[in-house]
């Protein structure tokens, strides 16, 4: 009809007409966006899983599939451990989802080794929070990278070392003790600047074999050479060693030296002697660098499962640029390279790993650094 009412209906249809439409496009672009976010994820070489807050999985693009074998179509009912085989992994999501807070888990304690055929592969993940609204997580996605290649190359490199530093030493030491025999004997037949010139090689010699000895020891940790001997030890016992090490160049350079041992204090598992060379080079490290009649104090405590051992001294600090720095390979801060080889630190962190603990230092330049490395408590 014609009338108002007739007029009204005709308004209606196209309202509906108009809002039909735009449920379309909008479904439209919905769907696009979708397929669009889907050929992003196939197309993506890194395995991507993703998990909601009950560690189901949601999602799984093709990469992820083949690393982790699983030709299932269907995955709405899996949860972490139907897929990883690893629980360590599945231990630090399910942490993630509980405390909502970003872990921050090192990189080399994210890799993880997963067969592929008889083959092993190795990859690297991290967990990252996927927040919805109001900042509440709603899901979290693991990525795996494969780094099968690089740590191959990593321990080609490791071997190389090896092999090279293990045959520099035998000629190393035959030239040590050849110049050392010279001091001994020829010296005086010699003008003193040939003297100094000896001097100058005894030096070098003596310098370049504690390199190659550093190099061997840290190659042989690193390709996991070096047996570890692990035992029920008093931590006591630990610096009972380091402190009669030390006992003469702490009284030489007028050193305190303090140890804090609280009485009940349990045992560690641990290998003795590569303990003790740790402690004995974080201490050695701290009496460089104090001053005259500075302090070094050393003490242990508690903490969960671990015992944390720390050293403490009171030289010059370490900037912070450095602090993380310092652990890799021939790394020393500028301008106090005391005649070490920068290895040193390096080789402590690789033991203190394969004990299953972690080293770190907390430093204020000018004011000190306190190392601390954790061992874990007799079970
Ligand atoms: P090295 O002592 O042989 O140079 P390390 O790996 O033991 O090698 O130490 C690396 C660097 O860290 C040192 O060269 C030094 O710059 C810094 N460092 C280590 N310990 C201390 C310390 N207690 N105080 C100040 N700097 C330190």
């Given amino acids: 009809t014609g009338d108002e009412l007739g007029r009204l209906a005709g308004e209606f249809n196209q309202m509906a007409a108009q809002i039909a439409r735009y449920h379309e496009m909008n479904i439209e672009q919905i769907i696009s966006e979708k397929n669009k976010g889907e050929a992003i994820l196939a197309s993506i070489e890194d395995g991507l899983v993703v998990f909601d807050h009950e560690l189901r999985v949601t999602g799984i693009n093709p990469a992820a599939r083949r690393m982790l074998n699983l030709d299932l179509v269907e995955y709405s009912t899996l949860r972490c451990s139907d897929i990883l085989p690893a629980d360590s992994v ?102 003193e600047k040939d003297r100094e010139l000896l001097h100058a090689a005894h030096e070098e010699v003596h310098r370049m074999k504690a390199l190659v000895d550093d190099l061997l020891d840290l190659s042989k940790i690193e390709a ?41 204090l349990p045992n560690v598992r641990a290998d003795a002697n590569k303990m003790t060379w740790v402690l004995t080079n974080l201490i050695s490290n701290a009496l460089r660098y104090v001053s005259e009649g500075g302090h ?31 652990f890799h390979k021939f790394v020393q801060v500028k301008g106090s390279e005391a005649g070490g080889t920068g290895l040193g630190l390096a080789i402590c962190k690789e033991i203190v790993r394969a004990h299953g603990g972690t080293i770190w230092v907390e430093s204020i330049p000018g004011r000190g650094s306190t190392f601390t490395l954790t061992v874990p408590v007799v079970p």
Avoid: W
């Fill in 90 to 191: 599945c231990e630090l999501i399910r942490k993630t989802v509980e405390t909502g807070v970003q872990p921050s888990t090192p990189e080399e304690e994210r890799i993880v080794t997963l067969p592929e055929g008889e083959y092993l592969r190795h990859y690297l993940f991290s967990v990252t929070i996927i927040r919805g609204k109001e900042r509440s997580l709603s899901g979290i996605v693991l990525l795996l990278r494969d780094v099968t290649r690089l740590k191959e190359v990593e321990q080609l490199k490791s071997e190389f070392v090896m092999a090279a530093s293990h045959e520099l030493r035998t000629p190393l030491t035959s030239m040590g003790m050849s110049i050392d025999l010279l001091m001994e004997h020829g010296a005086e037949g010699l003008a």
């Fill in 224 to 264: 996991g050479r070096i047996e570890m001997e692990f035992d029920n030890v008093p931590v006591q016992i630990l610096f009972e060693h380091v402190q009669a090490a030390f006992k003469r160049e702490l009284e030489k350079k007028q050193v305190e030296f303090t140890l804090e041992l609280p009485e009940d």
């Fill in 296 to 326: 070094i104090s050393a003490m242990a405590r508690k903490v969960g499962e671990y015992v944390h051992l720390s050293i403490r001294d009171d030289g010059p600090g370490i900037p912070l640029e450095y602090q993380t720095r310092i």
